[in-house]
C-alpha cells in the first residue's frame, strides 16, 4: 500500500477524491491546512469526517499567520487586485502546497494529491508549485484525470453511503481569510446568485452609518479605531463590520489561467476597504512617479500571483520594491461605512507631499504669478512649436 497526501477541505471533490484512492489501493493521510476559513469545530468536523471517510491518518495545519506574512502583506502594500477586480483569494494554494509537501517529507512519501479540476486555475496553481518545490514529487488529481462532473461526485458518494448536504450540491466554495469565493449552478449561468450563496455581506438593516479609522505603518494597518490590532484579526475584525453594512461582494468575470474566462462571486470586505484606504493614503505620500511605477509592479505581480507563478523569481524582487516603497506609508485613514458602500472621507501622514507652507491647492502658493507663466511657457514649449509647424 502507497501512501498519497491528499489536500483535503471536506468538500465534495476532495472527499470523493479519499473513497477514489482508497478504492484504487492507496493508504490516504488527508491534510486540511486552515488559512483562516475553518473555525476550531469545523476543523474537528473535517477530521472526523476524514477518518469516516478511511483515511488512515489526518494532518490540521494552521497556515493563518503564514498566509498573512508570505501574501496578504504585499498583497496591501501593493494594491494587488487581478485585472483590477479581484483580491487574489486563491493565493493561498501556495502555502496549501508548502505544508502538503512539509507533510510527505515527514511520511516518507512523494505521493500527492489534490481535487482540482482540469479546467479551472487551481490546477496550475497546485501543480506548478509542488513540482518546483518538489521535482520528485509524483501528483495525482483524480477529478482531474477522470473529467468526473460534480453530479457523478455525489452519486458515487451516495452509492458508497455518504451523503451530501444540499451546500455542496448547489456550490464550489473556498473560504480563506481573505474571504469566500462562490462558483457553480446560476453564477456560472451568468445569472445573479441566490441570496443563498451570500455567507460575509448579509446586511444587518439596523446598522445605517459608521466611521473606522484605520493606522497604517509602513504600509500595513496597524491600529483600528486607536487599537492595537493587526494582521488576521484586523482583516477577520473589519469582514465582520463591513460585511454587516452589505459591503464587499462582487461578481467578477476574469480572465483564467487557462485561457478562458470564467465568472464568479467573492465577499472580501476587508480586503477592498483595506486596499481603498491604503491607495488613498499613498495618494498623498508617494510621488507621481512613485504611483505610476507601483501600477506597473502592482499589475505584475498580481498577475504572476494568480497565474501559478508564485516561485518565479520576480515576484520577489518586486515585493523587495514594494518593502523599500512603503517606508515612508505612514498615517491614518478615515473611512466613512453605510449600506453596501465605504468612503474615504480623511487622511493624515507625518510624511504627507501636501505642504500649507508650500501651497493649498487653487488658493496659495510661496511663487507669484510671473514665476507661474515662466513654467508654463516653458512647460508647453514642444507643444506650441509642433502646433506652429
Known amino acids: 500500500m502507497k501512501k498519497v497526501i491528499l489536500a483535503f477541505s471536506g468538500?465534495?471533490?476532495?472527499?470523493?477524491?479519499?473513497?477514489?484512492?482508497?478504492?484504487k489501493g492507496y493508504d490516504v493521510i488527508t491534510a486540511v491546512v486552515n488559512t483562516g476559513g475553518f473555525s476550531d469545530s469545523k476543523l474537528k468536523e473535517i477530521e472526523e469526517y476524514s477518518k469516516k471517510l478511511g483515511s488512515i491518518k489526518h494532518y490540521t495545519v494552521d497556515a493563518t499567520e503564514v498566509i498573512y506574512e508570505n501574501i496578504i502583506q504585499y498583497l496591501i502594500k501593493l494594491n494587488g487586485?487581478?485585472?483590477?477586480?479581484?483580491?487574489?483569494?486563491?493565493?493561498?494554494?501556495?502555502?496549501?502546497?508548502?505544508e502538503i509537501l512539509k507533510i510527505s517529507k515527514e511520511e516518507g512519501t512523494n505521493?500527492?494529491?489534490?481535487?482540482?479540476?482540469?479546467v479551472g486555475n487551481d490546477q496550475v496553481r497546485f501543480e506548478a508549485s509542488l513540482t518546483t518545490l518538489n521535482p520528485k514529487a509524483i501528483i495525482i488529481a483524480p477529478i482531474k484525470e477522470l473529467n468526473i462532473t460534480?453530479?457523478?461526485?455525489?452519486?458515487?458518494l451516495e452509492s458508497k453511503g455518504f451523503e451530501v448536504n444540499k451546500e455542496l450540491k448547489k456550490y464550489s466554495i473556498n473560504e480563506n481569510i481573505f474571504g469566500i469565493t462562490v462558483s457553480g449552478t446560476e453564477i456560472d449561468q451568468n445569472m445573479e446568485p441566490d441570496s443563498f450563496a451570500y455567507t460575509l455581506t448579509k446586511r444587518d438593516e439596523s446598522k445605517t452609518k459608521e466611521y473606522l479609522k484605520i493606522e497604517f505603518e509602513k504600509g500595513l494597518p496597524i491600529k483600528l479605531n486607536d487599537q492595537e490590532i493587526k494582521g488576521v484579526e484586523l482583516i477577520s475584525k473589519l469582514n465582520a463590520i463591513l460585511g454587516s453594512y452589505g459591503y464587499g461582494s462582487n461578481i467578477y468575470v476574469g480572465d483564467c489561467i487557462i485561457g478562458i474566462k470564467g465568472?464568479?462571486?467573492?465577499?472580501?470586505?476587508?480586503?477592498?476597504a483595506l486596499i481603498e484606504a491604503h491607495k488613498k493614503l499613498e495618494q498623498i505620500v508617494l510621488t507621481k512617479r512613485q504611483i505610476m511605477f507601483n501600477r506597473h509592479a502592482s499589475t505584475d505581480w498580481s498577475d504572476l500571483v494568480y497565474g501559478g507563478l508564485y516561485y518565479e523569481p520576480l515576484v520577489k524582487n518586486i515585493e523587495a520594491y514594494a518593502d523599500s516603497v512603503q517606508e515612508k506609508v505612514n498615517g491614518i485613514v478615515k473611512i466613512k461605512v453605510e449600506p453596501n458602500n465605504i468612503q474615504v472621507v480623511e487622511v493624515s501622514s507625518p510624511n504627507s507631499l501636501v505642504n500649507e507652507n508650500i501651497a493649498v491647492y487653487a488658493q496659495q502658493s510661496k511663487w507669484s504669478g510671473t514665476e507661474a507663466n515662466g513654467f508654463i511657457k516653458l512647460y508647453s514649449m514642444q507643444q506650441r512649436i509642433s502646433n506652429f509647424n
Open 11 to 23: 468538500g465534495l471533490d476532495t472527499s470523493f477524491c479519499v473513497l477514489y484512492l482508497k478504492e
Open 81 to 98: 487586485l487581478y485585472e483590477d477586480e479581484y483580491p487574489l483569494m486563491c493565493a493561498d494554494r501556495y502555502v496549501i502546497a508548502e
Open 111 to 118: 505521493l500527492v494529491a489534490h481535487g482540482s479540476t482540469a
Open 150 to 156: 460534480r453530479d457523478e461526485e455525489i452519486r458515487y
Open 263 to 272: 465568472r464568479i462571486m467573492f465577499e472580501s470586505p476587508a480586503l477592498l
